[in-house]
């Protein structure tokens, strides 16, 4: 039997036993800052969860979901952000980019963990955000890997692209994870945001070797 | 109602008569041990004085048609995953508790729907030759106690009312505790449960005391969640192999209840069928189906499925079969003057309720700026069923900072430098390189109680912008500018 036919059937074979993405490869969801949407070859991946870290206060954190609220809304698109520390502030946006957002203010990860485990299969929402910021480090360890597992296997089955915001990187086994280096002054506040957002470095801390392959097509 | 048992009596016996279409309405039983030692562990009702622990000759003595089994642990595995599919169809947090029974978190589920989501769950599994008893209470093992004895769904209300008569063995005591209580005159839970704690703990010891803890139905459990289904794949080898089509869609029928009722569950539909013939000569057979509409009807399943088969002839036996099904999310409708903009409004406003039971309704929503300048004034909004168009975008475009808050602000202390913040003290510390403020903000002046806060927004040397707030009860860090 030539080579290539045994690796052909061997694929067909694994993917009999594999589950399929129900999304299609390279289709993703704008979030609006260019840096990560360039990272990310073109936005967040449907069907696959991302980490997103902002290790430093001011690094942009916030600014780049502002700049995911925007982009989505325009789309008509709904968002979800479950939030773990309840550090959201929605009088920092204009009131018309908050009308697509469903905001779940948890009061610990636990429940924050469990809210997501809805949100991930409900198949209603382009984006689900899980901001975890704020969160102790030391409740982040607590937490079994297997609920971190159970996040980023239920983000592959649904349509959905999952986003977990973090101050460190921690989702284990996550296909991307981008890190904001973006150091701000208090000069910057008088800039505008589009070009703030404009200026927000990204860097890829972690790309899964399926993920690369993905986004080179 | 927080957790629901689904719990199938006599459940290996039941997975080898799912398997088997011979043994429909026949006596059967199955056995464990071999030769002489072989002796029945379950029966069947047509089985009539065939009981368990019975020698098989003894056995077949008292029923000569009594078809002997013993346990298929692949058919108990197809059984249960069919349970677990049910239990997903309840809520996406299930534990795979033992074989004939699983555990489900209803935490924030709407009472009154998943009671009739109960209802249909057993219909839809009795249906199947899965004869279900659900029971649903506010702990894992009250909700197992209630699956015991429901007909066929209970839910437990009155804890101590409902536990009060339940025999003794429900708790599962060891056989010498048993038999100390039973000398105790003890034989029901609430029997037990109406003595002390600590004194049971004195007398039996530890395990006296996780006894007296089963038996009020407390006893501490944390669900270990399984995986829903991710792939949707069925597989049966035959021994001996095949040569008709009957025991095939036999099975396959079988396989398609099963892998339709996973893909309801995830909210899912197939639109293509895999079906694999493995042959006597270690050779395969394998077709693809593109189904005409995506679904999860099993009956159109296996029409297809019929129709083709009912056109091969093969050189081989069959050895075994394996049906694959590819998930598709269901098609989006068209938009229509009544649409909601949803792609599952069922799901969505589901999900709502139990995020609102889960974390409180006034934590979830979508949130709407007030129109006041009082910091951190917004309230939570119902989402609306139509995502509107945005609106256009303004003629100023947005500046100044995203803020991250932190509630309840922290408390600090800022030294002051001519007026002005020099070094902050907290939560956050260091010194302020630069700052811009105050922006007085005050509000409901021609109220009893008005406000006036001072906003100030600094950069500390070290890095990082905060924004502070100054009232009368001192300082505050608001939160991070991010």
Known sequence: MPRSTTIAELRSLVAAWTPAPLARSGDCIATGAPAIDAALGGGLPRGRATELVSAAPGSGGELAFGALLASTRAARQRIALIDAADGFDPCSHPPDLLRHLVWVRARSLAEALGCADLLVRDGNYAVLVLDVRGVPARILRQQPTSAWHRLRLAAEQNPGAVLVRSATGFFPAVPWRLVLRTTAHLGDLRRTRADRVAALTAEVERGHAGAREELAG | ?482
């Not at chain 2, 099975?251 to 398609?256: P, S």
Request: glycine share 8%; proline share 9%.
């Open chain 2, 1 to 482: 109602m927080n957790f629901a048992a689904l719990w199938v009596p006599d459940f290996a016996l039941l997975a080898v008569q799912r398997s088997e279409p011979a043994l429909a309405g026949r006596p059967v039983a199955l056995i464990t041990g071999e030769g002489r030692k072989a002796v029945v562990v379950l029966a069947s009702p047509e089985a009539g004085r065939v009981t368990p622990g019975l020698a098989v000759p003894l056995a077949t003595a008292r029923c000569p048609g009594l078809q002997l089994r013993e346990r298929d642990p692949a058919a108990e595995v197809e059984t249960q995953r069919l349970l677990l599919a049910a239990g997903f169809a309840l809520s996406p947090r299930v534990e795979s508790t033992a074989p004939g029974c699983c555990t489900v978190d209803l935490q924030g589920a709407d009472a009154a729907r998943t009671e009739a989501g109960m209802h249909r769950q057993v219909l839809e599994l009795r249906q199947l030759g899965l004869p279900v008893r659900i029971g649903a209470g506010q702990t894992p093992l009250l909700a197992r106690y209630a699956a015991r004895r429901a007909a066929p769904v209970l839910i437990v209300g009155e804890r101590e009312e409902f536990l009060r008569d339940l025999p003794l063995d429900f708790a599962e005591p060891g056989a010498t505790h048993l038999a100390v209580l039973h000398g105790w005159g003890i034989r029901t839970l609430g029997a037990l449960t109406a003595l002390p704690k600590a004194e049971i703990g004195i007398r039996l010891g530890l395990a006296g005391a996780e006894l007296w803890e089963r038996a009020k139905g407390e006893a501490p459990s944390v669900l270990r969640l399984t995986e829903p289904a991710r792939t949707f794949v069925a597989e049966w080898t035959y021994e001996p192999p095949v040569e008709s089509a009957e025991p095939l869609l036999f099975k396959l029928r079988r396989f398609a209840e099963r892998v339709a009722m996973e893909l309801r569950s995830a909210g899912l539909v197939a639109e293509a069928l895999s079906l694999t013939l493995l042959l006597e000569d270690e050779t395969d057979y394998r077709r693809e189906f593109r189904l005409p509409e995506p679904g999860a009807d099993v009956d159109s399943w296996l029409r297809v499925l019929q129709t083709h088969l009912d056109t091969v002839r093969l050189s081989e036996r069959v050895a075994g079969v394996r049906l694959v099904a590819t998930p598709a999310r269901p098609e989006h409708r068209q938009d229509g003057l009544f649409d909601t903009g949803l792609t599952d409004p069922n799901s969505f406003w589901e999900n709502l309720a139990r995020l609102s039971a889960l974390v409180g309704s006034e934590r979830v929503g979508t949130p709407v700026p007030l129109n006041s300048h009082a910091p951190d004034a917004f309230r939570l909004e119902r989402p609306a069923d139509i995502v509107p168009a945005p609106e256009p975008p303004t003629v100023h475009p947005q500046r100044g900072g995203v803020l991250r808050r932190f509630r309840p602000p922290l408390p600090a202390r800022v030294i002051l430098e001519n007026a002005k913040p020099a070094a902050l003290d907290g939560a956050v510390r260091g010194e302020i390189l630069a700052s811009s403020g105050p922006h007085v903000l005050r509000g409901d002046w021609w109220k009893p109680q008005p406000w006036a806060v001072e906003i100030w927004q600094v950069e500390l040397a070290g890095g990082g912008l905060y924004q502070l707030t100054r009232t009368a009860g001192g300082w505050w860090i608001d939160g991070v500018l991010d």
